[in-house]
């Protein structure tokens, strides 16, 4: 499956196979990319250099290149540090959190519809862990009791 095919699709095809082997044959290497890999393409893309998106994402620095050289594993507040540095939208920084192998954003979950509504408006770090304190939610990056 070389060609773009929505997630929806993908479902489809697996559920409508007669075996399970059937369909991991048909989709080949139908992996997601690394998370390294995929952040600095993104980077490459955007004409953009880790320091910048690292800086914005307000990611300590070592620790950012760390992400970048592939020898950190991000939890999903650094992932969505980065959507935030990147100055991705919503559906970028869903597809940026699928790749890291996190939660992606529910609206049902208060602290993530503050979230999507700042990357679907292009509001900046600084803006979303504002609106995220306001309304009585952990900010990005806060030590919560469970963690």
């Not at 999507?116 to 292009?122: D, Q």
Request: overall charge neutral; glycine content about 6%.
């Amino acid at each position: 499956m070389t060609e773009k095919v929505s997630t929806q699709e993908l479902w489809g095809k697996l559920f409508k196979a007669n075996a399970v082997e059937d369909y991991l044959d048909a989709a080949g290497d139908c992996q997601l990319p690394e998370f390294t890999e995929y952040i600095k393409a993104l980077c490459s893309e955007k004409g953009e250099n880790a320091e910048n998106v690292i800086r914005r994402g307000n990611i300590e620095s070592s620790y950012g290149h760390r992400l970048f050289k592939g020898t950190r594993k991000p939890s999903r507040d650094t992932v969505l540090k980065l959507a935030f540095g990147l100055e991705m939208d919503s559906d970028g920084a869903q597809q940026l959190l699928k790749v890291a192998r996190v939660t992606a954003l529910h609206p049902r979950v208060k602290r993530d519809a503050v979230i999507a509504y700042c990357l679907y408006h292009h509001k900046s770090f600084t803006e979303v862990q504002q609106l995220l304190y306001d309304n009585n939610l952990p900010t990005i990056g806060e030590k919560r009791n469970e963690e």
